[in-house]
């Protein structure tokens, strides 16, 4: 008994850290792991964002949360984008005509990458919808949020502009 209890402390504590950090939004900085991303105009990696900061989205169309945050993600997309920002928004359906008409009806002016096998959020082990990370300029995860609050977006948008403030301090 003794020896399950030692097992299952060594499982449950990395879940227990990365709910957590998600929990309080703060991340230990360490590289994003870089993906494929597959849009509607073809493929590219996260990697190509280098130099900017992004604001990463895993989304699913039957999530409430997100619904809420796609009029504000396309609102920061527009007000900082010519300060080197950008969203990059990952569905997860594994059925692509829910995610299109989820688009329909609250269309994105970022780019939208599709995922129905699910590898992308296993790589940053999302631990549901919607978690969003934001990635500094040089790459590197440096906060994350699971869910999507309203009475938050002034603190999510102050996250982006310190980033964005280091960024510019560094050039």
């Not at 230990?28 to 870089?34: F, G, I, L």
């Not at 005509?97 to 989820?102: E, G, H, P, W």
């Not at 631990?127 to 977006?153: E, N, V």
Request: charged share 15%; hydrophobic share 40%.
């Amino acid at each position: 008994m003794r020896h399950f209890s030692r097992i299952t402390r060594k499982l449950c504590l990395p879940v227990l850290i990365v709910t957590t950090l998600l929990t309080q939004g703060v991340m230990a900085k360490q590289p994003a792991p870089d993906l494929l991303l597959t849009t509607a105009t073809g493929q590219h990696k996260l990697s190509d964002y280098q130099g900017q900061v992004v604001y990463l989205d895993f989304w699913a169309s039957w999530c409430k949360p997100c619904q809420r945050s796609f009029p504000w993600m396309n609102a920061m997309q527009q007000k900082y984008a010519g300060r080197g920002f950008t969203v990059v928004a990952i569905n997860v359906d594994t059925d692509r005509k829910l995610a299109d008409q989820f688009l329909a009806m609250l269309p994105a002016t970022f780019p939208v990458a599709f995922d129905p096998e699910g590898t992308a959020p296993a790589l940053y082990k999302v631990p549901g919808m919607p978690t969003s990370y934001l990635i500094d300029h040089t790459g590197q995860l440096r906060l994350a949020h699971q869910g999507f609050h309203i009475q938050k977006q002034n603190q999510y948008e102050q996250e982006i502009v310190t980033l964005l403030e280091e960024m510019e301090s560094s050039q």
